[in-house]
């Protein structure tokens, strides 16, 4: 199991940006996926980014435009830039590393992201 921590989470305004952070205790460069998840109360956790070696990034459509992913494998660490924040962004955002195609997802501790004027 690897360690995944995370920051950067808390209150933004509508419109608003906030930045999360997610640091692996394993080298990153050459696991197979990194990326973020969420889930709001009562509802199933979802996709929101997710960036693959050598594979490019996608992104689920409600945040396409607004996200960003990104990863710094020196310090094994993967970023998601979250411009114009709304409301409906509301979540425990979730770190997730897949160490190959084949393998689970493991999972931050998760940190929560409110979105409130």
């Known amino acids: 199991q690897v360690q995944l921590v995370e920051s950067g989470g808390g209150l933004a305004q509508p419109g608003g940006s906030l930045r999360l952070s997610c640091t692996a205790f394993v080298s990153i460069a050459s696991i197979y996926a990194m990326g973020w998840y969420r889930q709001a109360p009562a509802k199933q956790r979802e996709l929101v980014a997710r960036?693959?070696?050598?594979?490019?990034?996608d992104y689920v459509d409600s945040v396409k435009g607004r996200f960003t992913i990104s990863r710094d494998n020196a310090k094994n660490t993967v970023y998601l830039q979250m411009n114009s924040l709304k409301a409906e962004d509301t979540a425990v955002y979730y770190c997730?590393?897949?160490?190959?195609?084949?393998?689970?997802?493991?999972w931050g501790q998760g940190t929560q992201v409110t979105v409130s004027s």
């Open positions: 960036i693959i070696t050598g594979g490019g990034s």
């Open positions: 997730s590393l897949r160490r190959s195609y084949f393998s689970a997802n493991q």
